[in-house]
């Protein structure tokens, strides 16, 4: 029980720490007042699927993908390149979260969820 | 050329798109107003596009283009069906039409802006018609990501409120793309492509398996919170009622519509129906969710007093219909949510136009202070007379269409709770429409002077959609004619 | 940002180093096709030595040489590559961003290789002018 | 049974609608607008009469417009009944239409153009309705005559007039969604909801206890008929002006629940299957409730209009007896007195405005002598009492008469008993009106200075009275379309 437990921890660890980051991230996201932290749980949230990503395209014994004389195992290049695009995607998000709590903040003097819902209340 | 042009119609539909978003800028260096013009000609051409692939794909059944020229499931490919080029027009349609309406709407509402706010609104059409078009889920997912960037940022400059609207749309879409792009993740992981054909190819001999299951549940919970599904619709009120006018009716005619389109290629085409029928009985659990919701919408749109909230309640009740339509799984309901997705577009843009017209004419954004308006802007408000008819479902509106093929196709499946709750909803949705009709035409008019309809640019886009709602009961029974070309391919008995 | 003197030693530094940066950031983007590289990593880079300046040497420095209004325009222009180049390939017979088609050099392989380098240039000046562009839109909004 | 296609039922309906719109287009000209609203009267009760002579030879006047799915379609169907509905109720429009410009003009009244609008709307769907082929076009027009009626209801924007709006929208519209599920029940179970003398839900595989809960269903649909306790937006809705009460109220809104649910029991469950089912008997004690009751509460008000408006909830049941019956003399005799009804209550409507417009009363209790003042609405008012009581020489006789043959083909003495009753409270709630009118001194307060008021009320009224006598000694064609609606 207890090895089977193990063998899986050493098997499918790049699960496990894709999970644990993704709940960190969405606790961040969703256990945070700060906006500024909401943000980056959510980015820490996005990048964890990236490794997910990542993790899936290896290949045993595999090599960078560049073409090479002989029999050679390559890992798999898509995801990354998938994942490249994704990344782009997630910079513009982040970008433009940024730019929301600059204007948010200038607007309503915090970045603090829980101010500014108070103070839109009182309009 | 001509006849060469016409075979790459799919890629210069987004193709028109981007080099439109992007010229936006040189444009508005040019003359800021210029940049209204564009968009509406931008969209003009994609509209047109969409029009002639919707008849190509009614002759040929589908067709595929190769990015690049490479081959599927190898290269990206834009594969056109009767399914998605419907879509396509409908949001075309939509986009067209705001985009003429907006021009003085937004430059009203939001002065000053036009630059940014065209090449968002450009970039946002671009990637709605791009996630329609694309047979490639990675694709489906960039595109995905295009559109909701662009709409944080169209929402965001709305009125003070609509900044904190739109970081929590943000937070929730952001939450619903990752979901996506896990989802896709494994599908990728269990089948090794990315092809949507290809996908449905492989997936049948994989059913058992949990990872499949894994994968369909989290693209489910993502794209629900795109659709703003009850109960993870909670983005939608705020960004809806903060917003610009035009944007949310852009918004409300379109997006949530393409993230259902998704979810009916999803559940129909790629996973097939046979997959729900005979491994996971989601079906049951989605319709009751929307009935819960088709219900709620209604109850809370009752409660509004904010014109453009109690219309974005309402848009989450009707959503609740379409995926009603869906979860039965037959041909009635099916039929009927494809074309209620084409006539809640009408009307809802049509009403998110007349909310703008008031406050563009008047500043009103409640529905208290509505009263009398009937006599200043007649036709404005014939227009909203006619969207909340056919919202309620009174014959022979394309609303009324639309909710009988989902009643019907409620009764086929013997779910009487559903056929009631389909009933009670028309009820309660005459009740918030007829608070604001009261009001509207047989109210005091305090306005006695100054009467003026808007101008014409605004006027015609939503006279016009009014008229197509109230046409569109009409045409509905060729459009059904054409849904069943689909659905004979993705429901098995056929009609 | 206010403009202040610096100190010397930084500003020094950061003259040396812009120009290495740069060029660095063409050597990435002009090798996109053959080796790692390509527009978006290139773009970064780009824009990373000019931020490096606006940093060093304030915004409106910065903005003398690049003023936002090139910015917006480079971006264009650099999106406008990308798609008339598609457009080119369905213009000489193929789909788009078929390169292969395009009659830039004798062999298919050799204009597939030039035509993947002009969108990476496309791309890689759009993504430079796209951080830029965000870059100075925060740095405006901190005034 | 032979069918013609033919667009004429389309056009028929089409008229108001085009009416309509130019009754916008001409919103800042009364003249003009008016001579529309007549004119497509005209017309309208001209296509109506085309289709007699084919109608008259048993056949059919059909036309399909458009085909949802099989067996669902917008299609229009003219039959013998459909034209009797469509017949009385197109060829009174027009004098309504004549008493309308007379009534709005007299009063000044506010939003004459919306007025006349919706009235258009709604004369077009209740035309609509008795010329559907089916009960999916049925329910659409059915539908379209809810709404299109509102506006009229509500045309004082009174609070009064307004909470009256509300209630009438909420039975009407809450009746239109049981009608929608019968009607998505039925076409599930028969892949039709084409209307056939017989029925269509016979032998179908329904299960007995969905055809008894569908009954209710439809019935509830059918709550523009104003069975008790159903009943009480009628009242309510008197609220409108005059001529709505009279037309629309007395004839087209009531009728079409009247007719809708005949259609329902002869067309769509059919005689056989009322017999099997064993629904027909109840449901016929059910509607005399109706009557009775009806009638007691007519008795009770002192209100004119709201007197009249209790008559029709009682005289409404009549017809759907007359259908329940079973037999051809009752069917006759229902489906007669949807004209003799029609006639009568029409001109009593009539009478109530002219009285309203000459001198401001609403109240029975204050009519003494008014009969002398205005001897010419009196005078008709006292003839179509004789339609409503059924006596001679009204049209009312002919249709009763008819139904207690009826009721004793059926071997139904109760029902017999009573009709006899309730003709017995027609009585008592009519003539003493027309005692007060003709045969008390009128008092001076409110009497001075009354006379007609102008030719434009008083002379459609006089001439919907002089109908009703004319049926009573021409009922030949009348009885021969009732007769040919049920094959006899």
């Known amino acids: 029980m207890v090895l089977d437990i193990i063998d899986v921890i050493l098997t499918k660890y790049n699960y496990i720490i894709y999970i644990s980051l993704m709940t960190l991230g969405f606790y961040g996201m969703i256990g945070k007042s700060n906006l500024i932290k909401k943000l980056i749980g959510m980015s820490v949230f996005q990048y964890a699927i990236f490794l997910f990503y990542i993790s899936i395209a290896d290949v045993e014994g595999g090599i960078a993908p560049i073409l090479v004389e002989g029999e050679v195992t390559y890992t798999n290049p898509l995801p990354h390149v998938l994942i490249l695009t994704a990344i782009v995607v997630a910079v513009s998000t982040l970008a433009v979260g940024l730019s929301l709590v600059i204007r948010i903040y200038r607007e309503f003097g915090s970045v603090d969820e829980n101010k500014i819902l108070m103070r839109l209340k009182d309009d | 050329m001509i006849e060469e042009l016409s075979n790459h119609l799919p890629i210069l539909l987004i193709v028109s798109g981007l080099i439109g978003a992007f010229l936006t800028p040189l444009i508005g260096l040019i003359r800021k107003e210029l940049c209204s013009f564009w968009a509406s000609f931008i969209t003009l051409i994609q509209f047109f596009i969409s029009i002639i692939l919707f008849y190509q794909a009614i002759q040929v059944g589908r067709i595929s283009y190769w990015l690049g020229g490479w081959e599927p499931p190898w290269g990206i490919e834009y594969a056109i069906d009767i399914l998605n080029s419907f879509i396509l027009v409908v949001v075309s349609t939509i986009c067209l039409s705001v985009a003429i309406y907006g021009r003085k709407s937004l430059l009203k509402e939001v002065p000053e802006k036009e630059v940014q706010l065209y090449t968002l609104y450009i970039l946002l059409c671009t990637g709605m018609l791009g996630i329609i078009i694309t047979g490639d889920v990675f694709n489906l997912y960039v595109f995905l990501e295009i559109s909701s960037l662009a709409a944080y940022a169209l929402v965001a400059v709305g009125d003070r409120n609509s900044l904190v609207a739109s970081f929590n749309y943000m937070i929730m879409g952001t939450v619903s793309a990752c979901f996506i792009l896990l989802g896709i993740g494994y599908l990728y992981l269990m089948t090794g492509t990315l092809n949507m ?68 290629r999803l559940i129909y085409s790629i996973f097939g129906l046979e997959y729900f029928l005979r491994n996971v009985d989601i079906f049951v659990f989605i319709s009751w969710v929307a009935s819960a919701g088709i219900i709620f919408g209604a109850i809370m749109a009752i409660a509004q007093d904010d014109f453009k909230r109690m219309l974005a309640y309402s848009s989450i009740s009707q959503i609740g219909y379409i995926a009603l339509g869906i979860s039965l799984a037959n041909n009635f309901a099916l039929a009927g949510s494809l074309l209620h997705i084409f006539g809640h577009s009408l009307m809802k843009t049509g009403l998110f136009m007349v909310a703008g017209a008031l406050i563009y004419s008047k500043g009103i954004k409640r529905v208290s202070q509505l009263e009398g308006m009937g006599n200043v802007m007649p036709l404005t408000m014939a227009a909203f007379l006619i969207g909340a008819l056919s919202m309620i479902g009174i014959p022979p509106t394309i609303g009324f269409a639309s909710k009988y093929l989902i009643l019907l196709g409620a009764v086929e499946s013997g779910e009487w709770v559903f056929v009631v709750v389909i009933l009670f909803s028309s009820l309660l949705t005459a009740v918030y429409f007829w608070k604001v009709f009261e009001k509207v035409f047989f109210g005091e008019n305090k306005w006695k002077k100054g009467g003026k309809e808007i101008p014409l640019s605004m006027l015609l886009p939503t006279m016009a959609l009014a008229i197509l709602s109230l046409l569109g009961g009409f045409f509905a029974p060729v459009l059904i004619k054409v849904f069943e070309l689909w659905m004979s391919g993705v429901i098995p008995g056929g009609v | 940002m206010k403009e202040t003197r610096r100190g010397i030693i930084l500003r020094t530094n950061a003259k040396f180093m812009v120009p290495f940066i740069l060029l660095w950031g063409l050597y990435v983007l002009t090798h996109g096709t053959s080796g790692p590289g390509g527009g978006f990593q290139a773009g970064v880079v780009l824009a990373a030595g000019f931020i490096l300046y606006a940093v060093v040497f304030g915004l409106q420095e910065t903005q003398k040489i690049f003023p936002f209004r090139a910015v917006l325009v480079i971006a264009s222009l650099g999106v406008s590559i990308y798609a008339w180049i598609g457009v080119f390939a369905i213009i000489f017979g193929g789909n788009f961003l078929e390169y292969g088609k395009i009659p830039l050099a004798h062999d298919i392989a050799e204009s597939s290789k030039l035509g993947i380098e002009m969108v990476e240039i496309g791309i890689g000046l759009t993504v430079m002018a796209i951080m830029l562009s965000i870059f100075y839109t925060f740095v405006q909004r901190g005034d | 049974m032979e069918t013609i296609t033919s667009v004429t039922p389309a056009l028929a309906v089409v008229t108001s609608l085009i009416a309509a719109i130019m009754i916008l287009i001409f919103r800042r000209n009364p003249n003009i607008r008016e001579t529309f609203s007549i004119g497509a009267g005209l017309v309208k009760f001209g296509i109506v009469c085309s289709m007699i002579p084919a109608i008259m030879q048993g056949k059919v006047v059909q036309l399909d417009i458009l085909e949802f799915l099989p067996g669902l379609s917008i299609k229009f169907s003219v039959d013998a009944f459909g034209l009797f509905f469509g017949f009385t109720s197109s060829f009174l429009w027009i004098f309504t239409t004549l008493y309308s410009i007379g009534y709005m003009r007299s009063l000044e009244e506010h939003a004459q153009t919306r007025y006349f609008f919706s009235f258009a709307i709604a004369m077009s769907s209740a035309v609509g309705v008795a010329f559907s082929g089916n009960l999916f076009t049925l329910f659409i027009f059915y539908e379209i005559l809810t709404v299109s009626t509102y506006p009229l209801v509500v045309h004082e924007e009174s609070e009064e007039a307004m909470s009256a709006g509300r209630k009438y929208l909420a039975y009407l519209l809450t009746a239109g969604v049981f009608l929608l599920f019968s009607i998505a029940t039925v076409y599930y179970y028969t892949g039709t909801t084409d209307f056939s003398f017989g029925g269509i839900l016979a032998g179908k595989g329904v299960p007995e206890d969905l055809l008894k809960l569908l009954f209710i269903t439809f019935m509830i649909g059918c709550t523009k008929a104003a069975f008790i306790p159903l009943h009480s937006w009628l009242p309510t809705a008197m609220i409108a002006p005059t001529p709505v009460s009279a037309l629309l109220h007395a004839v087209a809104v009531v009728k079409a629940g009247v007719f809708t649910a005949v259609r329902i029991i002869l067309y769509v469950y059919g005689v056989d299957l009322m017999t099997n089912t064993g629904l027909a008997i109840p449901f016929a004690y059910f509607v005399s409730f109706t009557i009775i009751v009806g009638s007691l509460f007519a008795l009770s008000q002192d209100n004119l209009k709201l007197r009249l408006a209790y008559s029709t909830v009682s005289q409404l049941s009549y017809i759907v007896l007359g259908a329940l019956l079973l037999t051809s003399s009752g069917m006759i005799g229902g489906i007669f007195h949807i004209a003799s009804h029609a006639f009568g209550k029409i001109t009593l409507f009539f009478c109530a405005g002219s009285i309203y417009v000459a001198s401001g009363l609403k109240n029975v209790s204050e009519l003494s002598g008014i009969g002398r003042k205005m001897p010419i609405t009196m005078i008709s008012f006292a003839i179509a009492t004789l339609t409503m009581i059924g006596l001679p020489p009204g049209a009312g006789f002919i249709s009763k008469w008819y139904l207690a043959l009826g009721t004793i083909e059926a071997n139904q003495l109760v029902l017999l008993f009573v009709l006899l009753i309730s003709s017995i409270l027609n009585a008592a709630y009519f003539l003493p009106i027309v005692y007060k009118a003709f045969f008390e001194e009128p008092n001076p307060s409110n009497m001075d200075g009354v006379k007609e008021a102008s030719p434009f009320v008083y002379i459609p009224l006089l001439l919907t009275a002089i109908g009703s006598v004319i049926i009573f000694f021409y009922p030949d064609y009348f009885l021969q379309l009732a007769k040919l609606a049920l094959g006899v």
């Open chain 2, 197 to 264: 054909a290809d996908l449905s190819r492989l997936l049948p001999p994989l059913y058992g398996r949990p990872a499949i299951l894994i994968g369909l549940a989290l693209l489910i919970v993502g794209l629900s919170i795109k659709t703003a599904l009850f109960p993870l619709h909670t983005w939608l009120p705020d960004a809806y009622t903060h917003s610009p006018s035009a944007i949310s009716a852009l918004l409300s005619g379109t997006f949530t519509k393409v993230g259902i389109y998704v979810l009916i």
